[in-house]
């Protein structure tokens, strides 16, 4: 890797701080109340209600610490925090994105098995993106403990 950061695969690290500016981006959106992407009936609904609108804050709030953490994988000024700490929370970050697939993958699969799987463009892309984060986070971090 080059001082800057610019070494072999630190593109993922760069696409993994874009895609968690990104997904706090669109939490902060639909928390502000408008709900592109969304059903809005259901939105409307979900966020009527105080613990959802708050949680919905706390993902956005991840997603904006998520950021820092993935950009000092890889920029020099990350070299300069304790190792371990980064990695503490990149693996971390990277365990949640995880665990949410498997719970959506166990989602999918038992509606499937129950009749009740419907596929819903809006879903599948939410899905898709989140799996993203989950590769993207994985990369990058790994790349991290690598080197």
Known sequence: MT??????????AYAAALWAFIFAIFHL????????????EWARIAFAKKPFLIYDLV????GVFAVPVALALV???????PPRLVGLFAW?????????????VVKTLYSVA????VAEPRSLLGNLAFYLGA???GLATWRFWRH
């Open 29 to 40: 959106i639909w928390a502000a109340g408008w709900y592109v992407g969304l059903d809005p």
């Open 114 to 117: 129950t009749g009740r799987f």
């Open 75 to 81: 920029r020099p000024w990350g070299r300069r925090l």
């Open 92 to 104: 971390g970050g990277t365990g949640l994105l995880a665990l949410g697939v498997v719970v959506s």
């Open 3 to 12: 001082s800057d950061g610019q070494g072999r695969g630190s593109w993922a």
């Open 59 to 62: 993902i956005a709030g991840i």
């Open 135 to 137: 590769v993207l986070f």
